[in-house]
């Protein structure tokens, strides 16, 4: 056999496939998505996409970790530096939150 269709869609097709059922709030099933995207860990967006589904699953320290690898990957993503806010939020580390929602222009 040639090879898996699962190895013949691309990470960005499987973005795609991720926003959609995101949309759905399918939240697990994109998250799956965004891992396999994921295969090309040079992309930050992946992670601050699996971070949101981790955020909607109220899985917060998954959330964490996706924010910051994102944010190894590009130090200015807005994106991640809110969901890391937003998750320290929901664990009440409100001094963590603001600093993170400031670093991304997002507090005052």
Not at 20 to 40: G, T, V, W
Not at 68 to 92: I, T
Not at 98 to 105: E, K, S, V, Y
């Amino acid at each position: 056999m040639a090879g898996s269709p699962e190895k013949s869609v691309s990470a960005q097709e499987w973005k795609e496939q991720g926003n959609r059922l995101f949309l759905s709030r399918k939240y697990q099933e994109s998250a799956a998505c965004y891992s396999k995207a994921i295969r090309n860990p040079s992309v930050s967006v992946y992670y601050t996409n699996r971070a949101l589904c981790h955020v909607k699953l109220q899985q917060h320290d998954k959330a964490l970790a996706d924010c910051k690898q994102a944010l190894e990957l590009d130090p200015q993503s807005v994106k991640a530096l809110f969901f890391l806010g937003q998750c320290h939020l929901e664990m009440e580390n409100y001094d963590e939150a603001i600093g993170n929602l400031q670093r991304g222009g997002l507090g005052t």
